[in-house]
């Protein structure tokens, strides 16, 4: 079984950088879709970031110019860049994945089957 581990979270102060990573127990290809997620205590879970397979990537607005993803294929991880880091980016954040698509990749939590434990980041002010 698949197996993503998160790690790199923390309590940190408003306006430093985190960089968080997702290592997948298998190699990840090209046609994997990989994205993160975040969830606030008391608040769904919400898409933040994908990676395509094609290396293109899409942000949600909320944290578009700020955080940056990408992906090492020979490590078999994903990182997730995060500057500027404010109080409402208090989260855990999860990491998901879908192996071997067709089409491009959701944002949409349900799409993923695979998932990792999530990392807590909490941003004080």
């Known amino acids: 079984q698949v197996q993503l581990v998160e790690s790199g979270g923390g309590a940190v102060q408003a306006g430093v950088s985190l960089r968080l990573s997702c290592g997948a127990s298998?190699?990840?290809?090209?046609?994997?879709?990989m994205a993160w997620f975040r969830q606030a205590s008391g608040k769904e879970r919400e898409w933040g970031v994908t990676a395509e397979p094609d290396g293109t990537t899409a942000y949600t607005n909320a944290v578009k110019s700020r955080f940056t993803t990408s992906k090492n294929i020979t490590k078999n991880t994903l990182y997730l860049q995060m500057t500027n880091l404010k109080p409402e980016d208090t989260a855990m954040y999860y990491c998901a994945a879908r192996f071997d698509v067709t089409r491009g990749c959701s944002n949409r939590p349900l799409w993923y089957p695979v998932w990792g434990q999530g990392t807590q980041v909490t941003v004080s002010s």
């Open positions: 298998i190699h990840t290809a090209t046609r994997d879709c």
